[in-house]
C-alpha cells in the first residue's frame, strides 16, 4: 500500500531563517506531487505541483519554492522566511498522468514563523 | 475551476444520518465532483467522488442531481469520529484541488 511521510511535524523558525521541508511517497511510482498550504482558519491553497522529476509548476508567486530531485520526494524551500510563510504545510500525491484520480494527503508540517 | 457554494456549519447527533448539501451551477460536463474531509490538526481525507450517476462506499453515499448541478454527501450514521470539515470539490481535466471553506459538521453525543 501507498503511503506519504512528511518531516518535520512542526517547526518554530526565526523570521530570515532558511526552511527545508521534505515529502517522500512509498508503494507507488511516478506519481503527481502536490504542496499545499493552509493559514489559520483557512482553505488550502496550491502551491506547487510535479507532474515528474525536474518538472515544477508554480501556482502563486511567493517566498517559497520546490524542487523534486527524486521521483518519490518533494522538498518545499525557501531562502529567508516572512511571518506570512506560518501555517500548516501539506504534502499530496496523486496517480500518474490521470488528472481527476483522487489526491492524498500527508500528515503535515505546523510552521510557526516567529 | 468552477465554484461550489456549501453551509458554513451542520449539526447532527450521533448515530444518525447526516446530508451534506453543495451547489455547483457552473459545473461543466467534464467536471468529477470530489468530497474530501479534514479532521483537527490533520490532512484532507479523500471521501467519495463521482461523475453523474450516485456512488456508494464504505465511508459515504454521494447523490448527484440529475441536471449535475448539485450533490449532496450522506453519512449514513454519524460518530463522533465524523466531526470535521468536508469540502465539495469540482475537479476538472487539470492537476488541481481548489478547497474553498468547506461545512464545519458538529456530531452530539
Known amino acids: 500500500s501507498q503511503t506519504i511521510h512528511q518531516w518535520p511535524a512542526t517547526l518554530v523558525q526565526p523570521v530570515g531563517s532558511p526552511l527545508s521541508l521534505e515529502c517522500t511517497v512509498e508503494?507507488?511510482?511516478?506519481?503527481?506531487l502536490y504542496w499545499y498550504r493552509q493559514a489559520a482558519g483557512r482553505g488550502l491553497q496550491l502551491l506547487f505541483y510535479?507532474?515528474?522529476?525536474?518538472?515544477i509548476s508554480s501556482e502563486v508567486p511567493q517566498n517559497l519554492s520546490a524542487s523534486r530531485p527524486q521521483d518519490r520526494q518533494f522538498i518545499l524551500s525557501s531562502k529567508k522566511l516572512l511571518l506570512s510563510d506560518s501555517g500548516f504545510y501539506l504534502c499530496a500525491w496523486s496517480g500518474a498522468g490521470l488528472s481527476t484520480d483522487t489526491q492524498y494527503f500527508g500528515p503535515g508540517t505546523r510552521l510557526t514563523v516567529l | 475551476d468552477a465554484k461550489t457554494t456549501q453551509p458554513n456549519s451542520m449539526e447532527s447527533n450521533e448515530e444518525e444520518p447526516v446530508h451534506l448539501p453543495c451547489n455547483h451551477s457552473t459545473i461543466s460536463g467534464t467536471d468529477y465532483i470530489h468530497w474530501y474531509r479534514q479532521l483537527p490538526s490533520q490532512g484532507p481525507e479523500y471521501v467519495i467522488h463521482g461523475l453523474t450517476s450516485n456512488v456508494n462506499n464504505r465511508m459515504a453515499s454521494l447523490a448527484i442531481a440529475e441536471d449535475r448541478k448539485s450533490s449532496t454527501l450522506i453519512l449514513h450514521r454519524a460518530t463522533l469520529r465524523d466531526a470535521a470539515v468536508y469540502y465539495c470539490i469540482l475537479r476538472g481535466s487539470n492537476y488541481k484541488l481548489t478547497f474553498g471553506k468547506g461545512t464545519l459538521l458538529t456530531v452530539n453525543p
Open positions: 508503494g507507488t511510482s511516478n506519481p503527481n
Open positions: 510535479s507532474v515528474g522529476i525536474g518538472q
